[in-house]
């Protein structure tokens, strides 16, 4: 299947700095990725939709400002928490399908474990 | 707003048993349903993919129905092994996905 590759796979910030979080599609190219938060013992939450070349859009609730999202190429989609602090500590995993939407199999990344200290 | 349930949230069987999961959803105009394996503090493994077309999916031991009409998809597990041991994540949507909280699953050697 294709591979979509996530990094860093855990890291640890102190409370008001920023933590970048890159999701790449390794063999193929997608003009759409997605990011999900996932709280512990919880199911995966659509937080964004990543799109290259344009604007993200984010889902109700989820603040743009604070969540940037950047879609520079057809294979790099970047996740910026901004100002963090100990409530954004969670699971952040990011997802692309090979074609940009439709009956296709989605693809995750390995997770970004976040903890703000 | 599609909302996807699993039941039951945690399951413990016997190495060598049979594991049936289930995964119900709301809205049956879906375009896939697919179920994914996660291990603790890892991503999502991709396990099977079910067209909005087709009624089931197989890859080895797994199998994987889907009934549109009733808003019902069952995972099976056949001869269960401790390696098996992990949470299994349904979701359905297109591209956009709507995930159910999973089961956890525990084979006992």
């Known amino acids: 299947g294709a591979v979509v590759s996530q990094h860093p796979s855990r890291v640890i910030c102190k409370s008001g700095t920023s933590v970048k979080i890159e999701c790449r599609s390794l063999?193929?190219?997608?003009?759409?990725m997605f990011w999900y938060r996932q709280f512990p013992k919880q199911s995966l939450m659509l937080m964004a939709t990543?799109?290259?070349?344009?604007?993200?859009?984010?889902e109700q609730g989820v603040e743009k400002d604070k969540f940037l999202i950047n879609h520079a190429s057809l294979t790099l989609s970047t996740l910026t928490v901004t100002s963090a602090h100990p409530e954004d500590s969670s699971f952040y995993i990011c997802?692309?399908?090979?074609?940009?939407?439709?009956?296709?199999?989605?693809?995750f990344g390995q997770g970004t474990r976040l903890t703000v200290v | 707003k599609q909302e996807v349930t699993q039941i039951p949230a945690a399951l413990s069987v016997p190495e060598g048993e049979n594991l049936v999961l289930n995964c119900s959803f709301t809205?049956?105009?879906?375009?896939?349903l697919q179920w994914f394996r996660q291990d603790p503090g890892k991503g999502l493994t991709s396990l099977l993919l079910?067209?909005?077309?087709?009624r089931e999916q197989t890859s080895g031991r797994l199998n994987a129905s889907l009934d549109k009409s009733s808003g019902r998809s069952t995972l099976y597990i056949a001869a269960s092994q401790p390696g098996d041991s992990a949470t299994y994540l349904c979701?359905?949507?297109?591209?956009?996905?709507?995930f159910g909280a999973g089961t956890t699953v525990t084979v006992r050697a």
């Open positions: 997802s692309a399908n090979p074609l940009s939407e439709g009956d296709t199999e989605a693809f």
């Open positions: 079910i067209q909005s077309s087709q």
């Open positions: 979701a359905t949507g297109g591209y956009k996905l709507s």
């Open positions: 809205d049956s105009a879906i375009y896939n």
């Open positions: 990543s799109n290259e070349g344009s604007k993200a859009t984010y």
């Open positions: 063999d193929f190219q997608a003009t759409t």
